[in-house]
C-alpha cells in the first residue's frame, strides 16, 4: 500500500540551532498531515498539523512546510532545545476504501540535541 | 485540552493472565478511538479502530478474540488481552478523534510485560 517515509533516521543538532526533519509521502489524494512527537516511553504528542490548501503553517518555535508537487513535507524547529529530544512521526490521515480514515505513520526520525 | 489518559501505565504479570486497559479521552468526546501497538525502535502498528456503540474493527493479522474492545461510551474505551502469553508483551497505545478530519491524540501508554 502507499505509505509515508522518512529521508533521515537520526538527526544530531547542536542546541540553539534550527533542526529540519524531512518526509515522503506517496498518496497524492492525501490532504490532511500531521506531525507527532514521541518522547521515550510515552505516547504520541501532537504538535501541528497542515490541510494540502496550506504550504505552510506556524505554531510556536515549529513551522510545517507542504510541498504538494513533490509529495514532501517538513517540520522546522527553531532554536532546538533539549527538551526537543524525541522521536518525530509524520503521519497521513488517509482515507481508506470503507470511507474510513486512518493514520498513515512514517518511520520515525530521532533528534538528538547537543549541549 | 484534547486530553486522552491510559491506565495502568505498566503491567507485569503472568502467563495466561487477562490484562484490561482504559482509555479516556478527559476534555472531549471522541466517537473514533484507535488501538496501536508498538515494538522497540519501531513506527505505531494500528491493532484496530473502535467507535462508541459499535463493534471494533480490527486491521488483518489482529485476533479479535485475543484483543477484546469495548467502546461503550464516547470518551471510554478499553483493550483486554485476554490469556496474555510473552509474545503479547508490547507497549499498547491507545489514540482518539472528535472528527474524521481532526488529528488523533494519544495517550501514554501502557507497557505491558507477561512473564
Known amino acids: 500500500g502507499e505509505s509515508v517515509g522518512l529521508h533521515l533516521p537520526t538527526l544530531s543538532v547542536q542546541e540553539g540551532d534550527n533542526s529540519i526533519i524531512n518526509c515522503a509521502y506517496s498518496?497524492?489524494?492525501?490532504?490532511?498531515f500531521i506531525w507527532y512527537k514521541q518522547e521515550s516511553g510515552k505516547g504520541p504528542q501532537f504538535i501541528i498539523d497542515?490541510?494540502?490548501?496550506?504550504d505552510k503553517r506556524q505554531g510556536q518555535r515549529v513551522t510545517v512546510l507542504l510541498n504538494k508537487t513533490v509529495k514532501h513535507l517538513s517540520l522546522q524547529i527553531a532554536a532546538t532545545q533539549p527538551g526537543d529530544s524525541a522521536v518525530y512521526f509524520c503521519a497521513e490521515n488517509d482515507r481508506m476504501e470503507d470511507s474510513s480514515y486512518k493514520l498513515i505513520f512514517g518511520s520515525g526520525t530521532r533528534l538528538l540535541v547537543r549541549p | 485540552g484534547a486530553v486522552v489518559s491510559q491506565h495502568p501505565s505498566r503491567v507485569i504479570c503472568k502467563s495466561g493472565t487477562s490484562v484490561k486497559i482504559e482509555c479516556r479521552s478527559l476534555?472531549?468526546?471522541?466517537?473514533?478511538m484507535f488501538w496501536y501497538r508498538q515494538f522497540p525502535k519501531q513506527s505505531l502498528m494500528l491493532m484496530a479502530t473502535s467507535n462508541e456503540g459499535s463493534k471494533a474493527t480490527y486491521e488483518q493479522g489482529v485476533e479479535k478474540d485475543k484483543f477484546l474492545i469495548n467502546h461503550a461510551s464516547l470518551t471510554l474505551s478499553t483493550l483486554t488481552v485476554t490469556s496474555a502469553h510473552p509474545e503479547d508483551s508490547s507497549f499498547y497505545i491507545c489514540?482518539?478523534?472528535?472528527?474524521?478530519?481532526?488529528?488523533?491524540?494519544f495517550g501514554d501508554g501502557t507497557r505491558l510485560s507477561i512473564l
Open positions: 497542515i490541510r494540502s490548501n496550506m
Open positions: 476534555d472531549f468526546q471522541a466517537t473514533t
Open positions: 489514540s482518539a478523534r472528535y472528527r474524521e478530519d481532526q488529528p488523533q491524540h
Open positions: 498518496n497524492s489524494a492525501s490532504d490532511y
